[in-house]
Every structure is written in structure tokens, then in C-alpha cells.
């Protein structure tokens, strides 16, 4: 099938590409923000949803008043997000910005809050761009999971070309959405105003409940889906060419400016035109119906709105690998989501968004009033955290300025925090409930992982003074063995020691991914003493089972008479619980199973059993002081604290 994956997602690229995958402003602008643009396509709906059935006709007149205090609230969101985009050029968003001043656990609960926010989107956005569509099209209404998953391949297929190409693929739509919604308001307004077109009234009942407070924030938590994305271009910061902090700066104020325009427009032209909500046809098609009549500039805006919609998961394809390529880097996810594909893109993190999101369409029939409740709770909890931990921030270095920077992120942290409480009172039996059970629940899993790292980490360490110790002349034997190392710690240097019992003739052989990280793993190897030859392969495609076997298969053909045995020796580490066997690698399955069809080659596995993470992790210490022991290859815990069982 290899065919079929090279016309898909096309050549391997090396390394060095990755400087020219990058995000100009103009590429950047639809990629980062069709999540946060396309919401305006129906965040005015999902208000007048709330306000129609309860107080009908009169339901226009808090709209205007309800879609300010949403654009009010994206002009906040944009300072203080200008403002992390300048202290943390880096990226991570509120993930890194809650872990370095709020502390990991806060960390890992912005990092769970995205992750639920970003597979929302997908399908928020792609169930909701079918609708449109089918508002034009209406056969198309039943068959409108079958529709939805079928985008969602086809974004998922796009994605895995890689940056740049995703880049051209989706920015486009996003571009041409513009024009349509931007036409439509300006063709709508002067239709009324200049040329005198009385809107037809939709036939509402009078109100059948009074316009309470309670159903005014109702209908704001609704309307601030449009607000969603808004974090991913702090997010993917790292995504953007040099300067990437001015250009992403430059990027987050594009967005704003454009959803002002658009969503002030759209909540202009339902309360000019007073469109109310229907299950068959939505309120930008009701809207442009009466503007464009059903001609070819109608059409143009519903297919422009189902693209831009369906293409809005995009944003997230952008946010969620790189978070939980953070997270993976830091131990709080499998350590294959941090690792770049063929393409350079985060291809394991790609492929995990697609199956939730996949999940998602199937379970709620791609219906998007049922996603809806659990949109936004998400977001608004990150936000939450990431202006905290700015203004956090402020107040702990005191940089120039820190006062105005610490008000700005400090009411953003207040407003968001009262919209995340408002949000998740009035949707809570909408669904808004999965999502705040969902967090503490994924925030256990991370946790977990983290701890079996760190489990692991301690087990397979080597002390500096263990290291300079390490003397491999003594052990001989005659034999001819290869030692595959992807690191120096207690199992390879085991294998290792096997491999001089059996054989005086062994060659050490390790794949580099990185010049950097064959410099690291050279000077490691210096320190210890072994008339081992080593032989490191650079790897710029990244590919690391592909090259060893090259090396052992070139070893049999080139250096041993007919008859002679090679034997590989696979160091390996058992684990204890079934669950732990998904965030480790698995390549020896597949070195076993390509060598066992040579007649002249052996594969000695050798194991080292490792102890239950709670035997080696105490509560008593952070996983934050854990890891700077054992980067610094020293026992965890100090004095004060419960010391681990010697391993």
C-alpha cells in the first residue's frame, strides 16, 4: 500500500525542510483563524435559538446588545493573548503559560481542556458546514453523517501532506467566505436602507416567558462559540516564519478585526431582516435568501459557509497535535505524539483528532444543536488559566510595564472565569456536564502517564559516577553481534554486557534522528570504557527501523562467509500493567519479525523487568522536582521526604 500513501500524502521530506513549512501572514491568517471566522456562521443562530421559543418577536431586541458584550469579550481575549504571544514566543498557549506559573496540575487541566475544546471543533465545525449546505441541497439531510465523515477524511488526507500544503489547500476557502460574508452584508444593508426592500416577517408567536437575565446569559454562553480558536495562534506560534512573535501578533489582530466585521454584520442583518432559527434551513441561508433571491451568489454563500465551516476543523488540526506534542515532550501524553511523520507534521497527533472527532459525528448524528452544548466550556476554562497564569506571571518578575500587562491579563482571567461559570450553569443539562466530567478525568490519565515515565525514567537511569564505571574490556566471548542502542541507560548497557559473553566480535549501532542528538549520544558513549566499536546512522527522514535493518542486512551479505551467524541483541524493559505497553515504542516487533526470515540471523531479546510505578513514585514528591533528579541522574527525594526502595 505504500503507492497509495505516496499519492495521498506524498515524499518523505528531510529535516531541514522544516524551516520552509512555515506560516506567512498570509497562509497563516485562514489556517489559524477559520475555526474563530467560520463560528459566525452560527454563533448568531445559537443565540436566537435560545431567545425565539421563549419570547418570540421580541427576541431581535437583545440581540444587538448580547452580540456587543461577545465582541467586547474578543477585544479583551485579543490584548491578553498579544501579550502571551510576546512572553512565550515558543508556543504552547495555555498550557505552557498554567504549568511554568500556576503549577503542573493547572498545566495538565488547561492541556485537557483544549484537547476536549480542539475534537469539538472538528466536529462542531464539520457537522455544522453539512447543515448549510443541506439547507441549499435538502436531500442531503439524511445522509448527513455519512457527508461529514467524509470531510472529515478528506482534512484529515490534507493535513498529512504537511504544513505548508495544508496551508494551500485550506486558506483559499477561507479567503473566499470573506468576500461572501462581507458582499452579503454589504448588499444586505444597503438593500433596506437604500433601496427600500421590506424584509419579509416571519410568522412568531408573542413571548410565552418574560426576557429574564438568566435566558439573556443563556443566550451570550450560545453566542460566544464564535469565540473559540481565538488561542490557537498562541498556540502555534513556532508554525510562523521569522519574526514569528510579530507575525502572529500581526495574525491575532487580522482575526479580531475580521470577526468584528463579520459577526457584528450577521447580527445586523438577522435583526434588520428578523430570520428566526429553523431545523431545515439555517439563518444565514434564510438571510442571504432574501438577499440574493436564489441565484448564483446565493449558492455561492452556502457552498462558501459549508467549506469554510467543514475547513474551520483546521484550526484545530493546527492546535492539537502541537499542544499534545508538548504535553508528550513533557510526559503527560505517549511520547509518539512528539514525534514529526514523514511530512514533518505531527502525523500521530493528526491521526488521534480525526478518530475522536470521528467518534463524536457518529455518536451525536452530526447534529449541531447537540454538539453545541459542550462546545465552549472548554475554551473558556483555558482561557481561564492562561491569563491567569499571565497575570501570575506580572506579578512575579515585575518586568517594565507589568502593571498594565498585569491589569490586562488579570481582568481577562476575571471575565473569562464569570463566562466559563456562565457558560457551564446554563449548559449543564445541555451536555456542558460531559465536558466538566471529561477534564478531571483526562487530567487523571496525563497524570498517570507522567508517573509511569518518570517510573520508567528512574529505573533505567545511570548515576554519572554509575556511567564513568562502566567498564566493558573485561567480558569477552567469540561471536558476531550487533547491539541496536537508542540510548546509554541500564538495559542497553546490559545488553551490551550479554553481548561480550558470547562474542569478541560486536558492533554497537544507533540511528540518529538529529545532528544534535548523535552529538549527545557520542559524548555519552565517550564516558564509558568499551573496546565496543560504535556506529551511529544519521537518519534525516526520521525513520529508524528502516536503517538498522539495512545495516544488519548489509552486515550478513558483505562481512560473513555462507554459514556464519549474526546475532542482534534487542535490549528491552517489561512493564507491569497492559495499559503501558501504548506509550512506548514497539519497533522490536517489527526488527523480530523482519530478521526471523534470515537463516543466518539470531535475535536475543534481553530483559529488564521494571517495578509497578507505585513501588518507585511517592505523592510526597512533585513531578516537577522528580524530573530535574532525574535529569540530573539523581535519586529522587531529599531530606524531609520518604525516600523509594532501592532498586
Known amino acids: 500500500m505504500s503507492w497509495l500513501k505516496r499519492l495521498l500524502i506524498g515524499k518523505p521530506l528531510e529535516n531541514e525542510a522544516l524551516s520552509s513549512e512555515k506560516y506567512s501572514i498570509f497562509w497563516g491568517l485562514p489556517i489559524l483563524s477559520?475555526?474563530?471566522?467560520?463560528?459566525?456562521?452560527?454563533?448568531?443562530?445559537?443565540?436566537?435559538?435560545?431567545?425565539?421559543?421563549?419570547?418570540?418577536?421580541?427576541?431581535?431586541?437583545?440581540?444587538?446588545?448580547?452580540?456587543?458584550?461577545?465582541?467586547?469579550?474578543?477585544?479583551?481575549?485579543?490584548?491578553?493573548?498579544?501579550?502571551?504571544?510576546?512572553?512565550?514566543?515558543?508556543?504552547?498557549?495555555?498550557?505552557?503559560?498554567?504549568?511554568?506559573?500556576?503549577?503542573?496540575?493547572?498545566?495538565?487541566?488547561?492541556?485537557?481542556?483544549?484537547?476536549?475544546?480542539?475534537?469539538?471543533?472538528?466536529?462542531?465545525?464539520?457537522?455544522?458546514?453539512?447543515?448549510?449546505?443541506?439547507?441549499?441541497?435538502?436531500?442531503?439531510?439524511?445522509?448527513?453523517?455519512?457527508?461529514?465523515?467524509?470531510?472529515?477524511?478528506?482534512?484529515?488526507?490534507?493535513?498529512?501532506?504537511?504544513?505548508?500544503e495544508s496551508a494551500k489547500i485550506f486558506g483559499i476557502p477561507a479567503y473566499a467566505f470573506m468576500f461572501a460574508m462581507i458582499s452579503m452584508i454589504v448588499a444586505g444593508i444597503a438593500k433596506v436602507k437604500i433601496f427600500g426592500y421590506i424584509p419579509t416577517e416571519p410568522n412568531l408567536s408573542a413571548a410565552v416567558e418574560p426576557l429574564t437575565i438568566f435566558l439573556v446569559l443563556k443566550a451570550f454562553s450560545s453566542g460566544c462559540a464564535a469565540l473559540t480558536g481565538v488561542e490557537a495562534v498562541s498556540n502555534a506560534v513556532p508554525n510562523f516564519k521569522e519574526p514569528s512573535a510579530k507575525n502572529a501578533k500581526t495574525v491575532l489582530l487580522m482575526l479580531s478585526l475580521i470577526i468584528l466585521i463579520l459577526f457584528g454584520g450577521i447580527s445586523y442583518l438577522a435583526n434588520l431582516y428578523h430570520v428566526a432559527p429553523s431545523p431545515t434551513n439555517s439563518v444565514l441561508s434564510q438571510i442571504s435568501s432574501q438577499i440574493f433571491g436564489h441565484s448564483l451568489m446565493y449558492y455561492f454563500v452556502q457552498i462558501a459557509t459549508m467549506i469554510i465551516l467543514a475547513l474551520a476543523a483546521n484550526t484545530a488540526y493546527a492546535g492539537f497535535p502541537m499542544l499534545f506534542s508538548l504535553m508528550a515532550h513533557d510526559g503527560y501524553a505517549p511520547r509518539q505524539l512528539s514525534q514529526r511523520g514523514e511530512r514533518l507534521s505531527f502525523s500521530n497527533g493528526i491521526l488521534v483528532l480525526t478518530l475522536f472527532a470521528a467518534l463524536l459525528i457518529i455518536v451525536f448524528k452530526a447534529n449541531v444543536t447537540s454538539l453545541i452544548g459542550l462546545y465552549a466550556v472548554g475554551v473558556f476554562i483555558s482561557f481561564t488559566l492562561?491569563?491567569?497564569?499571565?497575570?501570575?506571571?506580572?506579578?512575579?518578575?515585575?518586568?517594565?510595564?507589568?502593571?498594565?500587562?498585569?491589569?490586562?491579563?488579570?481582568?481577562?482571567?476575571?471575565?473569562?472565569?464569570?463566562?466559563?461559570?456562565?457558560?457551564?450553569?446554563?449548559?449543564?443539562?445541555?451536555?456542558?456536564?460531559?465536558?466538566?466530567?471529561?477534564?478531571?478525568?483526562?487530567?487523571?490519565?496525563?497524570?498517570?502517564?507522567?508517573?509511569?515515565?518518570?517510573?520508567?525514567?528512574?529505573?533505567?537511569?545511570?548515576?554519572?559516577?554509575?556511567?564513568?564505571?562502566?567498564?566493558?574490556?573485561?567480558?569477552?566471548?567469540?561471536?558476531?553481534?550487533?547491539?541496536?542502542?537508542?540510548?546509554?541507560?541500564?538495559?542497553?548497557?546490559?545488553?551490551?554486557?550479554?553481548?561480550?559473553?558470547?562474542?569478541?566480535?560486536?558492533?554497537?549501532?544507533?540511528?540518529?534522528?538529529?545532528?544534535?542528538?548523535?552529538?549527545?549520544?557520542?559524548?555519552?558513549?565517550?564516558?564509558?570504557?568499551?573496546?565496543?566499536?560504535?556506529?551511529?546512522k544519521y537518519s534525516p527522514y526520521r525513520k529508524v527501523v528502516g536503517p538498522l535493518l539495512e545495516f544488519i542486512e548489509s552486515y550478513e551479505e558483505h562481512s560473513y562467509k555462507k554459514g556464519d551467524m549474526i546475532t542482534v541483541v534487542l535490549p528491552q524493559f517489561t512493564i507491569q500493567n497492559w495499559w503501558q505497553f501504548f506509550l512506548h515504542n514497539q519497533s522490536r516487533f517489527s526488527?523480530?519479525?523482519?530478521?526471523?526470515?534470515?537463516?543466518?540471523?539470531?535475535v536475543a531479546t534481553i530483559p529488564l523487568q521494571l517495578r509497578k510505578d507505585s513501588e518507585i513514585y511517592d505523592g510526597a514528591f512533585t513531578f516537577r522536582k522528580m524530573s530535574k533528579e532525574c535529569e540530573h541522574g539523581k535519586t529522587p527525594g531529599d531530606q524531609g521526604t520518604k525516600q523509594p526502595r532501592q532498586v
Open 591 to 602: 526488527i523480530q519479525r523482519r530478521l526471523l526470515k534470515h537463516k543466518h540471523i539470531v
Open 386 to 536: 492562561s491569563q491567569s497564569g499571565m497575570f501570575v506571571r506580572w506579578l512575579r518578575n515585575r518586568e517594565k510595564g507589568w502593571r498594565y500587562k498585569a491589569f490586562i491579563n488579570g481582568f481577562g482571567a476575571l471575565v473569562t472565569l464569570i463566562t466559563a461559570i456562565v457558560i457551564g450553569q446554563t449548559k449543564f443539562f445541555m451536555g456542558a456536564w460531559i465536558v466538566i466530567v471529561a477534564i478531571p478525568i483526562l487530567m487523571v490519565i496525563f497524570l498517570r502517564i507522567k508517573r509511569h515515565y518518570m517510573a520508567v525514567a528512574y529505573q533505567l537511569r545511570l548515576l554519572p559516577e554509575e556511567l564513568e564505571a562502566v567498564d566493558l574490556t573485561k567480558e569477552t566471548y567469540r561471536n558476531h553481534v550487533i547491539v541496536p542502542i537508542a540510548s546509554l541507560n541500564k538495559a542497553s548497557i546490559r545488553a551490551l554486557r550479554y553481548a561480550k559473553t558470547i562474542s569478541s566480535h560486536i558492533v554497537a549501532f544507533n540511528v540518529a534522528t538529529s545532528p544534535e542528538e548523535e552529538r549527545k549520544f557520542r559524548e555519552r558513549w565517550d564516558k564509558i570504557r568499551t573496546d565496543i566499536p560504535l556506529i551511529v
Open 34 to 164: 477559520s475555526d474563530a471566522i467560520s463560528s459566525v456562521a452560527y454563533a448568531t443562530e445559537e443565540i436566537l435559538i435560545v431567545l425565539v421559543p421563549a419570547v418570540g418577536i421580541l427576541a431581535f431586541a437583545p440581540l444587538t446588545g448580547i452580540s456587543w458584550a461577545i465582541i467586547g469579550l474578543l477585544a479583551i481575549l485579543t490584548f491578553s493573548y498579544r501579550q502571551t504571544i510576546q512572553a512565550y514566543p515558543n508556543g504552547g498557549g495555555a498550557y505552557i503559560v498554567a504549568s511554568e506559573n500556576l503549577g503542573p496540575y493547572a498545566g495538565v487541566a488547561a492541556g485537557a481542556a483544549l484537547a476536549i475544546d480542539y475534537t469539538l471543533t472538528v466536529a462542531v465545525s464539520i457537522s455544522s458546514g453539512v447543515f448549510n449546505i443541506a439547507s441549499a441541497f435538502p436531500f442531503l439531510l439524511k445522509y448527513q453523517v455519512l457527508v461529514a465523515l467524509i470531510i472529515l477524511g478528506l482534512i484529515f488526507i490534507g493535513n498529512m501532506r504537511g504544513i505548508r
